[in-house]
Protein backbone atom coordinates (compact mmCIF):
# COMPACT_ATOMS: atom_id res chain seq x y z
CA UNK A 1 0.00 0.00 0.00
CA UNK A 2 0.83 3.26 -1.12
CA UNK A 3 0.67 6.57 1.37
CA UNK A 4 -1.81 8.07 -1.32
CA UNK A 5 -4.34 4.88 -1.69
CA UNK A 6 -7.82 5.69 -0.88
CA UNK A 7 -7.86 3.73 2.71
CA UNK A 8 -5.23 6.39 4.38
CA UNK A 9 -8.15 8.91 3.04
CA UNK A 10 -10.62 10.40 5.50
CA UNK A 11 -14.26 9.56 4.86
CA UNK A 12 -17.55 11.38 5.98
CA UNK A 13 -19.84 8.95 7.28
CA UNK A 14 -23.34 10.65 8.48
CA UNK A 15 -21.98 13.82 10.55
CA UNK A 16 -18.48 12.31 11.35
CA UNK A 17 -15.59 12.40 9.57
CA UNK A 18 -13.16 9.45 10.01
CA UNK A 19 -9.39 9.51 9.86
CA UNK A 20 -8.93 7.02 7.63
CA UNK A 21 -11.12 3.90 6.37
CA UNK A 22 -10.00 1.23 8.28
CA UNK A 23 -12.30 -0.44 10.97
CA UNK A 24 -11.76 -3.25 13.28
CA UNK A 25 -15.57 -4.92 12.99
CA UNK A 26 -16.73 -6.36 16.21
CA UNK A 27 -15.55 -10.05 17.25
CA UNK A 28 -16.58 -11.62 20.52
CA UNK A 29 -13.73 -12.79 22.77
CA UNK A 30 -15.97 -13.73 25.60
CA UNK A 31 -12.81 -12.50 27.66
CA UNK A 32 -15.30 -11.26 30.14
CA UNK A 33 -15.70 -12.13 33.89
CA UNK A 34 -18.55 -14.64 35.03
CA UNK A 35 -20.78 -11.28 36.01
CA UNK A 36 -20.02 -9.99 32.41
CA UNK A 37 -17.51 -6.98 33.34
CA UNK A 38 -14.62 -7.15 31.09
CA UNK A 39 -11.18 -7.95 32.40
CA UNK A 40 -7.69 -6.87 32.05
CA UNK A 41 -7.67 -8.92 29.07
CA UNK A 42 -10.64 -6.90 27.28
CA UNK A 43 -8.75 -3.68 28.17
CA UNK A 44 -5.73 -5.02 26.48
CA UNK A 45 -7.22 -6.35 23.28
CA UNK A 46 -9.32 -2.74 23.01
CA UNK A 47 -5.84 -1.23 23.94
CA UNK A 48 -4.29 -2.73 21.24
CA UNK A 49 -7.42 -2.35 18.43
CA UNK A 50 -6.96 1.34 19.27
CA UNK A 51 -3.09 1.49 18.94
CA UNK A 52 -3.89 0.04 15.37
CA UNK A 53 -4.80 3.50 14.39
CA UNK A 54 -8.64 2.11 12.21
CA UNK A 55 -10.54 4.30 12.51
CA UNK A 56 -13.80 2.53 13.40
CA UNK A 57 -13.84 0.38 16.18
CA UNK A 58 -17.40 -1.42 16.18
CA UNK A 59 -17.87 -2.44 19.79
CA UNK A 60 -18.34 -6.40 20.08
CA UNK A 61 -21.75 -7.83 20.78
CA UNK A 62 -22.79 -6.78 24.03
CA UNK A 63 -26.22 -8.21 25.96
CA UNK A 64 -28.72 -6.27 27.50
CA UNK A 65 -30.30 -8.64 29.59
CA UNK A 66 -29.29 -11.69 31.39
CA UNK A 67 -31.89 -13.89 28.96
CA UNK A 68 -30.01 -12.76 26.27
CA UNK A 69 -26.49 -14.25 27.01
CA UNK A 70 -25.25 -15.98 24.33
CA UNK A 71 -22.39 -17.08 25.46
CA UNK A 72 -20.33 -17.64 28.75
CA UNK A 73 -17.94 -14.62 29.34
CA UNK A 74 -19.88 -12.45 27.34
CA UNK A 75 -19.87 -8.66 28.05
CA UNK A 76 -22.82 -7.06 29.60
CA UNK A 77 -24.58 -3.45 29.47
CA UNK A 78 -26.34 -3.73 32.47
CA UNK A 79 -26.85 -1.68 35.54
CA UNK A 80 -24.64 -4.04 37.61
CA UNK A 81 -22.01 -3.42 34.85
CA UNK A 82 -21.77 0.20 34.48
CA UNK A 83 -18.71 1.00 36.32
CA UNK A 84 -16.46 -2.10 34.73
CA UNK A 85 -17.55 -0.58 31.46
CA UNK A 86 -17.46 2.91 31.94
CA UNK A 87 -13.83 2.06 33.10
CA UNK A 88 -13.14 0.44 29.38
CA UNK A 89 -14.28 3.82 27.79
CA UNK A 90 -12.50 6.00 29.88
CA UNK A 91 -9.11 4.76 29.49
CA UNK A 92 -6.18 7.05 28.55
CA UNK A 93 -5.62 5.40 25.49
CA UNK A 94 -9.38 5.36 24.40
CA UNK A 95 -9.35 9.23 25.22
CA UNK A 96 -6.49 9.81 23.00
CA UNK A 97 -7.63 7.97 19.78
CA UNK A 98 -10.88 10.10 19.96
CA UNK A 99 -9.30 12.87 19.54
CA UNK A 100 -9.05 10.77 15.44
CA UNK A 101 -12.84 10.47 15.47
CA UNK A 102 -12.68 7.02 17.15
CA UNK A 103 -14.96 6.29 19.62
CA UNK A 104 -16.53 3.72 21.42
CA UNK A 105 -19.99 4.20 22.69
CA UNK A 106 -22.24 3.83 26.04
CA UNK A 107 -25.55 5.04 25.87
CA UNK A 108 -24.98 6.36 29.63
CA UNK A 109 -21.05 6.76 29.55
CA UNK A 110 -20.70 8.26 26.15
CA UNK A 111 -18.98 12.21 25.79
CA UNK A 112 -18.21 14.36 23.09
CA UNK A 113 -14.41 13.72 22.40
Known amino acids: MHEND ?23 ACDADEEGNPTEKTYRRYRKYFEGK ?4 DLEAITVTDETVARKNQLMCMP ?13 W ?5 CAQARAWLPWACRPA
Open 80 to 92: KNRKALEKLVRRP
Open 6 to 28: PVFRPIKIGTKTLSNRFAIQAME
Open 94 to 98: LRIRR
Open 54 to 57: AAFI
